[in-house]
DNA sequence: GTAATATTTGACTAAAAGTCAATGAATAAT
DNA sequence: ATTATTCATTGACTTTTAGTCAAATATTAC
């Protein structure tokens, strides 16, 4: 990495730190981008070299926690189907819960949009969890646990729902409960009877 | 209803409609109040006459489907809990679909805000969906249906949790799938297994 | 008939999103 | 080593739009 790529992801990881922290404290609405590049050090401009509209960077400060649990479930393929989508909604909650409920709202935003395709490399951020999702099913399939007529697509769908609803349901109750211990609830009495009947 | 009261609710009732139609179309953040009021054939400053804020209108824009779902479950009162249950979340979804994904997206970031308490009457939609869960459950409780130490508290969070991520998951498919057959799929697979420890 | 009250209006203000040409430092070419 | 090119950086500038407000107009109350 020579020193101008080195310049250039200083600068973003200042403006996505600082967006974060403004974010989480205040709401989206309630700052704008010079609070943002005056909080990171650098021009208002700078902004615009990175993220194409004010709302681009909420994807990148949900990218890097979230990307952390996909290398995290590339490395448990061997375990049980349900300890593995146990771990991924504990995790999900545990970003949820590090991003906070501004963050978050506003991300649900963009996830919900069907238009809203960022012209940088990951594109829809939902897209990226529902193909994690799948292939952990398809993992499951192949390797006996779940019968081969496992309506894959269907299933993460479902589970999908269930994962969102999560989250959306932590913000509306304004962070007030414990979310592993919520987490926990949600898998023992959803994500059990859901898959009952395609498990082995 | 006298001149004045006609009139405002004229106003109030153009502005609704003008604000669906282009809402729908083309999305919150793509277009402006003037939009909205020249549409609807009134003045700008009129616009603030009904709505503080310019997301304000869309809370109103849902009300009225919405609360037409609350009359309905009133004169339900005598049948089965999941038959009412699932009646909820078919008209839900009618709701939904109708509103189309560009409304929900916006009304889903309001309800997700804990701060966003908008000064009229009725607060926040999310709180009127809760009680309304719950005051079902209850209802089941107090007629035997189920067992006298449901946690109600408990299954409302569960259960809204379904409807909100029913709605996530379909905006997210960019309404692709038949939102009846859906929620159809949704009632069988998810509500039934979450009430069973409860029923009688 | 007159005073009080409420709705409607659109020009105006304030704020912030987004643009862009100039700057200068780093890299590549000769 | 010198020159040309590329690219991150800058901040003043433009444009858009949310939200205000005082005046005008219509309705109701006294």
Redo the contacts with the bound molecule.
Sequence with gaps: M???????Q???RKLITAGLELIKEKGF???????I?RKA????????????????IVLDISRTPFGEIAEELQNMKKMELIERLTHYFHRFMECVESCGINVCRQWTKDVLDPNNVPDNKDGQKWKYDFEMLKSILEDAISNGELKKDTPAELLTHIIISELYGMMTCWCMSDGKFEPLEWTHKFCKIQLRPILKPYLH
């Design positions: 020579n020193k101008r790529q080195l310049s250039a200083t600068t973003r609405d309630a700052i704008n981008v010079e609070d590049t050090g650098v021009a208002k401009g700078s902004f615009y070299t990175y993220f194409k509209r004010k709302e681009d």
